[in-house]
């Protein structure tokens, strides 16, 4: 864990690796209940039998499922002191370019891409790379906006 403290001391962490969360393991609970909170149940996150017949070999969590475990392990790798208060501004770009199985672990990694000004504190853009223990291939890539506010 990481905590950051003032605008100066982020600005010159930009460019650098925040930390990689510890592994979570996805249960098709977990993707169940996500498809009810969503109404996402299409099948091939819900349907345990049909999606044995695909080339996954059985269910896959949602995309979106993969990218909401974002806050989860970010509280895990870093914090910002010294501000009023922060908000979730939104996210620039999201792929997901490898299907997360149910069954598998999954990890973040985070980078501090950027900084900008804003009026009363910063906008922080992270890089948020989701990695399956064993893959290939990332199976989400996001950069995410954060605002943090001085007073």
């Known amino acids: 864990m990481i905590t950051l403290t003032g605008i100066d001391e982020i600005k010159a962490k930009v460019g650098e690796e925040l930390g990689v969360s510890s592994w979570h393991e996805v249960t098709q609970d977990e993707i169940d209940a996500f498809a009810d909170v969503t109404g996402d149940d299409q099948w091939i996150h819900v349907d345990v039998e049909r999606a044995k017949e695909t080339p996954f070999g059985g269910t896959i969590a949602h995309g979106y499922y993969t990218l909401s475990l974002a806050p989860k392990f970010t509280y895990e790798l870093f914090s910002f002191d010294g501000f009023a208060f922060g908000v979730n501004y939104g996210v620039n770009k999201v792929r997901f370019p ?44 996001a950069e995410t906006l954060a605002r943090l506010f001085t007073g």
């Open 98 to 141: 490898a299907p997360l199985p149910v069954g598998s672990k999954v990890r973040m990694r985070a980078t501090l891409a950027g900084v900008d000004d804003v009026p009363g504190g910063i906008q922080i853009a992270t890089k948020m790379t989701f990695e399956r223990e064993g893959g290939e291939k990332p199976v989400c890539v």
